[in-house]
Nanobody
Framework: QVQLVESGGGLVQAGGSLRLSCEVS????????MGWFRQAPGKEREFVGG???????YYPDSVKGRFTISRDDAKNTVNLQIASLKPEDTALYYC??????????????WGQGIQVTVSS
């Protein structure tokens, strides 16, 4: 059974940085396309980036330059580094995994989500 568990969230001051991690269990992480989403209160869920099986990185323009995704195959973990945090980055962040042919927006697995709160 595949499980995704996020960690690293919390309360951070604007301008700071944060690293979220997502540990995958039940299957080798390199068999998935791994993604990150976020959802702020009252807003739709937003794709903030992903890494393909072969390590290609994808970011929407809205976060490009501040968000960095990396994968640690030895730890079966994917990370999301967020720099220059803004109050509008406050959201519940989700890790996703896709092994099927579904696109980034229809992942096969979701983590439980982790809260990031940025204070001004």
């Amino acid at each position: 059974q595949v499980q995704l568990v996020e960690s690293g969230g919390g309360l951070v001051q604007a301008g700071g940085s944060l690293r979220l991690s997502c540990e995958v269990s039940g299957r080798t992480i390199s068999s998935f396309r791994m993604g990150w989403f976020r959802q702020a209160p009252g807003k739709e869920r937003e794709f903030v980036g992903g890494i393909s099986r072969i390590g290609l990185l994808y970011y929407p323009d809205s976060v490009k330059g501040r968000f960095t995704i990396s994968r640690d195959d030895a730890k079966n973990t994917v990370n999301l580094q967020i720099a220059s945090l803004k109050p509008e980055d406050t959201a519940l962040y989700y890790c996703t995994a896709t092994a099927s042919a579904n696109d980034w927006y229809s992942p096969d697995y979701w983590g439980q989500g982790i809260q990031v709160t940025v204070s001004s």
